[in-house]
């Protein structure tokens, strides 16, 4: 077994697109990499999709699932928490998780945080 050769631009914008946003590049976006010749291209591409809220969309959904988060009980029954205001208004929710992993908040911090609510 041998591994596959470098992949080409095209596959590369797509894997990392939809690896970081979970969705697929736009067609814009693709062209515009296509024709960057310049060396830091490809820096470009990361650091565009790194700063996209999508990117703290779909990397945020994880933390919540570390933090255990959810709107109701989860059991049979699935009736809301009454907490659960509390932590949309500000504690942590997720809008606030989102713009953690997107913002200039690191996921440590936001761990830590909510680490020290408990």
């Not at 693709?30 to 010749?37: A, F, G, K, M, S």
């Not at 205001?85 to 500000?90: E, I």
């Given at each position: 077994?041998?591994?596959?050769p470098p992949?080409?631009?095209?596959?590369?914008?797509?894997?990392?697109?939809?690896?970081l946003?979970?969705?697929?590049p736009?067609e814009?976006e693709?062209?515009?990499?296509?024709?960057?010749?310049s060396?830091?291209?490809?820096?470009k591409v990361?650091?565009?999709?790194?700063?996209?809220p999508?990117?703290g969309?779909?990397?945020?959904?994880?933390?919540?699932d570390?933090?255990?988060y959810?709107?109701?009980?989860?059991?049979?029954?699935?009736?809301p928490?009454?907490?659960l205001?509390?932590?949309?208004?500000?504690e942590?929710?997720?809008?606030?998780?989102?713009?953690s992993?997107s913002?200039?908040v690191?996921?440590?911090?936001?761990?830590?945080?909510?680490?020290?609510k408990?």
């Open positions: 077994m041998k591994p596959n992949a080409d631009k095209y596959t590369l914008i797509r894997r990392a697109t939809f690896d946003t979970g969705l697929p736009t814009s693709v062209q515009r990499y296509l024709v960057d010749d060396p830091d291209a490809w820096t990361v650091d565009r999709l790194l700063a996209s999508h990117y969309e779909r990397w945020g959904r994880h933390w919540m570390v933090a255990h959810a709107d109701t009980a989860g059991d049979n029954a699935d009736y928490v009454p907490e205001a509390t932590l949309r208004c500000g942590i929710g997720p809008a606030i998780v989102t713009s992993v913002g200039p690191s996921y440590v911090t936001t761990s830590g945080r909510e680490l020290a408990r």
